[in-house]
């Protein structure tokens, strides 16, 4: 059984690529590599947004294990230009998977992004993958499994989290939320 660990950053300072965590997500990256510290993980793949990175830093020193930077795992792009209702634009790209924004890219696009990803952890040898991303990306990861994941499931992640994705013999996938908002 294969087994791939999908994070959310922790808490940042913002949004831009270079946004560094807060040093509240400097606890919480802490916190989350203590809570990962019993589970066995023989790769770590993260987005190369430096919130991503530092989220995991901790867990990849304690691990002693590379950490490896994919771009499909960066924060997907709604659009190219500010959108004061950007909310309401991310709702309506939950229930419409091909709608698009001003150069941005469509959940569908995001989804089959991320999702590439994983397969090509799938057809690995490695048994225990961890991934970092961004909370847009891995609630379309997650709702690629789970067709009902949506617009509130995606309000409702916290910075960070942590969910297990278990592909089984008969290519079913479980999915199982593993962090509680509250561990921080």
Known sequence: MKSIYVIRHCEAKGQQREAH???KGVQQAETLAGFLSNMD???IISSP???AIESIQPVAERKDKKLELDD???ERILSTRNLPDWLEKLREAFNDLDLKFDDGESSRDAMNRVTSVVEEI???DVENTLIVTHGNLMALLLKKFQPDF???DWRNLSNPDVFLLQFLDNNEVKVERLWVSDTV
Request: charged share 40%; net charge positive.
């Open 72 to 74: 499909r795992l960066s």
């Open 41 to 43: 993980i023989d790769r």
């Open 49 to 51: 947004f430096v919130r």
């Open 21 to 23: 965590l807060s040093s």
């Open 122 to 124: 799938r057809k690995s």
């Open 150 to 152: 949506g617009f509130e």
